[in-house]
């Protein structure tokens, strides 16, 4: 097509186009003249949508992702109008004697007519949003729509322009919901309730407490034994098996239930031992991490109080671990009860970065800068899964499926769903570890290539080069040939206050 052609426009779309403006120059003028002007000024080169991006970003949360795919999208929007369609289809703008003199703008831009930057940029940054964050969306609408129209208001565009603009906006919009797809909706709370003895008092309670766990203090079994006077409560100091006190104490005459004090591998030992005889499992607040009692609806000694002397509880399904050791993993046998969660590779660095960053930065950001200095720095480990051949930097695997389906699984709201959560970050992907960092930088880590989500009863892991390092509940094993993971549905009674659901923050 000619250039003289596409300068004048073509045909009809021209004659709907010199309508309109003419159309529009017939108004009298107002105050909406000077609305539609300094909308339209807001808008150029973004100021308007990153401004609203700021003030989203600034609520942590479902405002804050809005805010960073609705960047996302404008930017997609922007470099395709700017960059290809602009040089591609020169065009004309409006002359003066279009529109009557208070109305023109002043200067006119000197790029081409066709399309529209303004109207992508503003449709593409509100549908973004939308996707993401619905009642935002909707409260920008009208906006973005303001800010398209202005473009014509002000005799800066022809309406076809805006009409092509708001187009490639839309496309722009919808090509990164494809990256960063929407976020599955985390299910309702769901139990299986049990009834257990009831707990007067702490009779027929037997409690261990893991003096090693990071809050203990020497006031610990004094408290327990004012909650539970009648309790016996047995304290395994630095010389002691905690796994043989455990045992100890399970095995105990006269015992209705196993009472536990100290972090998730503590509890897991715990849980393996009651199992065993029979026991309900009673999980005190205490130790290092607190992931589990917190996820059977025990925040504080009080709740627990409830829940013994109520004989409140839920079935919960528990994980089991073979770990070989040795030269060829067969040298040492290791039987592990899973609770939570294992991890093989960076995530348990992942992990410590984001931690100690978060209190300062905030959960996301914290996430982000440990993302990007985890695995810029990271080599990925050689692996057998299930027979196949990987090159992993993580292989994350719950005990029951977590929320969100991304690298940051938060809430478990389930717990006896009888699934592993399998998540691995590969580098079997060619540019795999570009792909992770700009996932990582981009919140998309969910739906890229390089992270596969899968769930199963079981799985088998081998290393295939050095012994590897397992972390099973926050608890790291080094040496580690081989491994096996399975889950036993509904395995374990623990006491949970009546109401009470799994909320792990």
Known sequence: MPPALLRQGPGRIADFDRAVVRTISRWPHGNHDAFFRNLSASATKGKLWFAVAGALAAVPGKPRRAAVHGLLALGVASAVTNLGF???????????????????????????????????????FTLG???????????????????????????????????????????????????????????????????????????????????????????????????FPQAHIREAGDDDDVTAVIEETAARPGTKALGVWGGDGTVGTAAAAAVEHGLPLLVLPGGTLNHFARDTGIATLEDAVAAAEAG????????????GRGQ????????????????????????????????ALGKPLAGLIA?????????????????????????????????????APLARPVMDDGVLDIRMVTADE??????????????????????????????????????????????????VRSAGFSVAPGHLRVYSPAEAGPDHP
């Not at 602009?86 to 007519?113: D, G, I, M, N, W």
């Not at 692996?383 to 389906?405: A, F, K, N, S």
Request: charged share 20%.
């Open 129 to 227: 949003v939308s996707f993401v964050h619905p009642a935002a969306g909707a409260l920008l609408a009208p906006v973005a729509a303001g800010v398209a129209y202005s473009r014509v208001h002000t005799g800066a565009h022809w309406p076809s322009d805006v009409v092509f603009g708001s187009a490639i906006g839309v496309g722009a919009a919808l090509l990164t919901r494809r990256w960063w797809p929407e976020r599955a909706e985390q299910p309702e709370q769901r139990r299986t309730d049990e009834d257990l003895p009831r707990i007067a008092d702490g009779a027929g309670l037997a409690i261990v407490v893991n003096a090693k766990g990071g809050s203990y203090s020497p006031e610990t079994g004094q408290l327990l034994q004012e909650a």
């Open 371 to 407: 993302g990007l200095r985890t695995f810029g720095a990271s080599s990925p480990t050689s692996l057998l899964i299930d027979g196949v051949r990987h090159r992993i930097w993580i292989l994350y695997l719950g005990r029951g499926r977590y929320y969100p389906r991304d690298l």
């Open 328 to 359: 060829d993993g067969t040298d040492e046998i290791r039987e592990l009860a899973m609770l939570n969660t294992a991890s093989i590779g960076v995530y348990p660095n992942l992990v410590r970065r984001r931690e100690r960053l978060q209190g």
């Open 430 to 479: 060619p540019f795999a570890r570009l792909r992770l960092l700009w996932a990582v930088a981009t919140g998309t880590a969910g739906s890229s290539k390089v992270t596969h989500l899968r769930e199963a009863s079981r799985i088998s892991v081998d290393a295939l080069d050095s012994p590897l390092v397992l972390a099973v509940d926050g608890e790291p094993l080094p040496g």
């Open 86 to 124: 602009k040089t591609l289809l020169p065009r004309a703008r409006p002359l003066p004697e279009h529109l009557p003199v208070f109305r023109f703008v002043h200067p006119q831009p000197t790029s081409s007519s066709m399309p529209s930057g303004h109207s992508a940029s503003a449709v593409a």
């Open 312 to 323: 409140s509880g839920m079935s919960v399904d528990l994980g089991h671990v073979t770990a």
